[in-house]
């Protein structure tokens, strides 16, 4: 039998914090899982970097172009209108923005994930998951609504539902959870407009019992706060607040027995969905809402009414455009690349995908050529500077973009990346659709920065590494159980 499986996500938190605690001392527990197994400290996200699409990946398995979830928001064509799924599920339940919650906790999942999730994989192989407050959560087992307030709101209503898919054990704060566990506060009292329990504090009391009760063997457990202390207050923050992360992990161990137990007993794995990118003090905002030339349509209402060339859809530190047929792509590239702040601008062309930074420009697509740490191969038409590449014989090797031709590819092969893609340059942000943007740090682009990302994990199955991308957390998993994947690779979205 393998091993049950505890798997922790700690959304944003940098490889370099988390070594920097685990040296101090600072962060024992998640110390003693990289002291006792593997810890892959340059592992990479997807692009853009971002929290939807970097836990659809890790979920699932796919690229943003496999799974259908992009970023934070992208341009529905179909609909004529921009999804905007939120930063946060408790942001987005405190503003009380219906359709973004609506969007976040229904649609996202049921409606727009194409790619099927750990949870939908494994049951068909007999194993049962649990997850707490993880956002891509879709599972086999129905899970009613359980505050009173979400459950009046749906009467009538074409936004929200009774219920969701997820897990056998699904918890959320107080709008879901598959059991009473003593640990869901209000009781579904409190509206949708007030805290409705979804914080780490909780996670790890859900997390707790999960592992004392032994109540599946896939557990999910998801810390989201790190992530938001890096946009407001920056790194030395988040460097404080792995501390307490690491006390949650504590009492999740101690709840299964002790640290030594638990990595005796299951195969445990904690890794971060993206890493962080300081700002600047100044200048740090690349606007996007103009273009000489050209009519925009940016905003989280953004659309192609009359006259439109280009819908811009920002998501921090990478940005989707969306142009109208006809409107001159090269036109558009040059106007933005010389932007203070746009690093690097890619698209797709006939098969080929081309990326464009510093004057220089690379095509490239996969095929017998040149195989990179990964073990893909891709034929290159073009400068390799373009991306920081170095030809070394027939091996590729990255620089300052990690996993960069995977990541483009898998980014740019739905039309819901759109036309052009942006990525910003460190110290830059392209914002939030809604016109804000973060003033400490942001993520979301190629460049390692934000890229980057830990992976510990340790007790896996014989002859199973820890990923060094986190495309490649559920096919170890996977693998780990002995169970199939459900459909090959390189299915793309339309
Ligand atoms: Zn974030």
């Known amino acids: 039998m393998p091993k049950p499986v505890l798997l922790l996500v700690l959304d944003g938190i940098r490889p370099d914090v988390l070594r920097a605690a685990i040296r101090d001392g600072d962060a024992p527990n998640l110390g003693a899982l990289a002291g006792r197994g593997e810890a892959v400290w340059d592992a990479v996200s997807v692009f853009p970097s971002i929290t939807p699409a970097a836990t659809a990946a890790i979920a699932t398995g796919g690229a943003p172009a496999e799974t259908g979830i992009v970023g934070h928001a992208w341009y529905d064509a179909a609909q004529g209108s921009v999804v905007v799924y939120g930063a946060m599920t408790e942001t987005v339940v405190l503003t009380g923005a219906i359709k973004v919650f609506h969007n976040n906790v229904w649609r996202m999942n049921r409606d727009d994930l194409h790619a099927a999730t750990l949870f939908e994989t494994l049951h068909e192989s007999g194993v049962d998951g649990a997850c707490v407050n993880f956002p891509i959560r879709r599972g086999p087992h129905e899970h009613p609504v359980r505050m009173r307030s979400v459950g009046r709101y749906t009467k009538g209503s074409r936004y929200l539902g009774v219920s969701v898919k997820g897990p056998k054990e699904y918890y959320m704060g107080d709008l879901f959870y598959s059991r009473d566990t003593g640990a869901n506060g209000r009781k579904g009292s409190g509206g949708i407009r007030r805290s409705v329990g979804i914080n780490d504090e909780y996670a790890a009391e859900i997390g707790a019992i999960l592992m004392r009760e032994k109540a599946a063997p896939f557990n999910l457990v998801y810390f989201f706060k790190g992530d938001s202390i890096a946009h407001h207050r920056g790194i030395a923050a988040q460097r404080e607040w792995v501390t307490k992360a690491d006390g949650y992990v504590a009492r999740i161990f101690e709840a299964g027995g002790g640290?030594?137990?638990?990595?005796?007993?299951?195969?445990?794995?904690?890794?971060?969905?993206?890493?962080?990118?300081?700002?600047?003090?100044?200048?740090?905002?690349?606007?996007?809402?103009?273009?000489?030339?050209?009519?925009?349509?940016?905003?989280?209402?953004?659309?192609?009414?009359?006259?439109?060339?280009?819908?811009?859809?920002?998501?921090?530190?990478?940005?989707?455009?969306?142009?109208?047929?006809?409107?001159?792509?090269?036109?558009?590239?040059?106007?933005?690349?010389?932007?203070?702040?746009?690093?690097?601008?890619?698209?797709?062309?006939?098969?080929?995908?081309?990326?464009?930074?510093?004057?220089?420009?690379?095509?490239?697509?996969?095929?017998?050529?040149?195989?990179?740490?990964?073990?893909?191969?891709?034929?290159?038409?073009?400068?390799?500077?373009?991306?920081?590449?170095?030809?070394?014989?027939?091996?590729?090797?990255?620089?300052?973009?990690?996993?960069?031709?995977?990541?483009?590819?898998?980014?740019?092969?739905?039309?819901?990346?759109?036309?052009?893609?942006?990525?910003?340059?460190?110290?830059?942000?392209?914002?939030?659709?809604?016109?804000?943007?973060?003033?400490?740090?942001?993520?979301?682009?190629?460049?390692?920065?934000?890229?980057?990302?830990?992976?510990?994990?340790?007790?896996?199955?014989?002859?199973?590494?820890?990923?060094?991308?986190?495309?490649d957390v559920a096919p170890t998993l996977l693998e780990h159980f002995g169970a199939e994947k459900a459909e090959p690779a390189g299915h793309r979205v339309s």
């Not at 811009?312 to 990478?318: A, D, E, K």
């Not at 036109?331 to 995908?353: P, Q, Y």
């Not at 290159?380 to 373009?386: E, I, Y």
Request: aromatic residues 8%.
């Open 259 to 471: 640290v030594d137990r638990v990595l005796d007993e299951y195969a445990v794995m904690a890794l971060s969905d993206h890493g962080h990118a300081p700002l600047l003090p100044e200048g740090r905002y690349v606007e996007l809402g103009s273009i000489p030339g050209l009519q925009v349509s940016s905003g989280s209402r953004a659309r192609f009414g009359p006259g439109v060339d280009v819908v811009v859809v920002p998501n921090g530190r990478s940005a989707l455009l969306y142009l109208r047929d006809g409107v001159d792509r090269d036109d558009l590239v040059k106007g933005l690349i010389s932007r203070r702040g746009v690093d690097l601008a890619a698209w797709t062309e006939d098969d080929w995908t081309i990326a464009r930074r510093l004057g220089k420009e690379l095509s490239f697509r996969p095929g017998d050529g040149l195989t990179d740490a990964y073990g893909d191969s891709w034929e290159l038409d073009g400068d390799p500077q373009a991306l920081d590449l170095t030809v070394a014989g027939d091996s590729l090797e990255y620089g300052d973009y990690p996993d960069a031709l995977e990541r483009l590819w898998g980014c740019l092969h739905t039309p819901r990346c759109g036309d052009v893609v942006l990525s910003a340059t460190p110290g830059h942000t392209f914002g939030e659709v809604t016109g804000g943007f973060h003033t400490a740090s942001d993520h979301g682009s190629l460049h390692a920065v934000d890229s980057e990302v830990f992976v510990l994990a340790s007790g896996l199955s014989e002859g199973l590494r820890a990923p060094h991308r986190i495309t």
